[in-house]
């Protein structure tokens, strides 16, 4: 499960992450409970329009920052993106302390945090590949989802005690704290360790990132499902806050629900990190199951009970997201992984701009249950394209020995790509200036089976 850690690199990466998130969290709940409490009164539509300007650029912006991601140093790039924030949540937390903060102020830091997170997010994820080996990425990928959720244990409910004992400003200057400790990480990391890799040059194109997805339609299904999840069931600001609220809690309350249901997620992303390798099937059947437990936590009728459904929610669509970030990372070619990264971040985070304030309407003028029940629609929704894909691919096959029982064949039809690479040494073949291109056959749902050079006239 922790094979990863062997690498030197990925141990200070994931303190300097663990660290980072925690104060990402205890952000991100100070945020919602300032909107909801202290900038409204009580509105769950403001709510959603700060969720959807916060994470509306990363789809504005796919190309150029899957772009950035392939060109240049990675770790530079999350220096600079890193620094940027710090001083967002600084200024943040002194304008509170101030008494100066108002709606439209808070607007506008979202939406620039949404800019420099678009560029954060498609490094940070790639950069894990450039920390240990292939072998070992899956792993390395389910271990980093398991710091980002174990942090969202402690994160909301260490804001929501300190939001009752000291104000939401202290939250943001604390958060500076923490995004020095991911600096602080980044400087630390051996540069010399890092896996190389071939980044882009000059002359390669944004939509070459947009020409490979095309290309694989397990892909085009996975963004298809990552986006209704993020769309309309991964609103838990709004759901929890309001929830909260639903059966009198305060911002305690609303930042206790938010770490329990951290715990099934890092449940998890603990059992993703157990798997050799992220399996399409997985997701699939995730998000079915985000569907049915939305569901009945919708139907709680005391916090306790909601709570305890929240443990389930948090397992399923982590299990999910994951699995995708997974298979994503390890089936997609290294040289336009940066791009493809950037495509997956869009597609999960950019459906919040749309589904976010539509939740956030139907919470106000319908209930928080209303809403958590379109948010259930959204993941069963993204189970039955999964299933439907598989089926009409001819992946799922009827046993003859056993008239019930359903298979998924994992043999699955190789596709072939091929690419110019070198010309080849007068030694090696008899006809000088050969050409040759390699000949790679991809296993939609695997890594790489094959590559070796094929000599061509």
Not at 325 to 348: C, F, I, K, P
Request: with cysteine; hydrophobic share 55%.
């Amino acid at each position: 499960m922790f094979r990863s850690f062997s690498s030197f690199n990925y141990r200070v990466w994931f303190i300097g992450a663990l660290v980072s998130n925690i104060g990402a969290w205890m952000q991100s709940t100070a945020q919602s409970w300032v909107v909801l409490t202290q900038l409204t009164d009580n509105d769950a539509g403001a709510m959603g329009v700060t969720m959807a300007l916060q994470f509306g650029p990363p789809l504005l912006l796919v190309g150029l920052s899957g772009w950035v991601t392939d060109r240049f140093d990675r770790r530079r790039v999350l220096v600079v993106t890193q620094l940027v924030l710090l001083a967002f949540s600084l200024t943040i937390g002194i304008l509170l302390l101030a008494g100066a903060m108002t709606l439209p102020m808070m607007y506008g830091f979202a939406l620039a945090t949404g800019v420099v997170v678009a560029f954060d997010n498609p490094a940070r994820q790639a950069f894990v590949t450039d920390l240990v080996n292939r072998e070992i990425a899956s792993n390395a990928v389910a271990l980093n989802a398991a710091s980002f959720n174990g942090a969202r244990m402690i994160g909301p409910a260490v804001a929501g005690l300190l939001i009752v004992a000291v104000g939401t400003g202290w939250v943001f200057l604390i958060n500076v704290l923490a995004y020095a400790g991911m600096l602080g990480a980044l400087l630390l990391i051996r540069t010399r360790e890092l896996i190389p890799r071939k980044r882009a040059d000059a002359s390669s194109r944004i939509a070459d990132g947009f020409r490979y997805v095309a290309r694989r339609p397990d892909l085009m299904v996975i963004f298809a499902m990552v986006f209704l999840m993020g769309a309309l069931g991964m609103n838990f600001p709004i759901f929890a806050s309001t929830m909260a609220l639903e059966f009198g809690e305060q911002a305690d309350g609303f930042g206790l629900l938010s770490s329990i249901l951290a715990i099934g997620s890092l449940a998890g992303a603990l059992l993703a990190a157990r798997r050799a390798r992220a399996r399409l099937r997985v997701a699939i059947l995730a998000t079915g199951g985000f569907g049915l437990v939305s569901i009945a936590s919708a139907f709680m009728p005391v916090y306790w009970l909601y709570a305890l459904c929240l443990v389930f929610v948090g397992f399923t669509v982590v299990t999910t997201l994951t699995t995708a970030n997974g298979y994503v990372q390890t089936t997609t070619d290294a040289s336009v992984r940066g791009r493809v990264l950037a495509l997956y971040v869009a597609v999960m985070m950019g459906g919040t701009p749309l589904g976010a304030p539509l939740v956030g309407w139907v919470a106000a003028e319908f209930g928080p249950r209303s809403a958590i029940l379109l948010g259930a629609v959204g993941g069963l929704a993204a189970c039955a394209i999964g299933l439907t894909w598989v089926i009409a691919s001819g992946r799922l096959h009827r046993r003859q020995d056993e008239r019930f029982r359903l298979t998924l064949d994992e043999t699955r039809p190789l596709s072939v790509i091929t690419r110019p690479v070198a010309t080849v040494a007068p030694e090696e073949f008899s006809d000088q200036g050969a050409q040759t291109s390699a000949i790679r056959l991809v296993d939609e749902d695997d890594d790489d089976l094959d590559e070796r050079p094929r000599r061509r006239a």
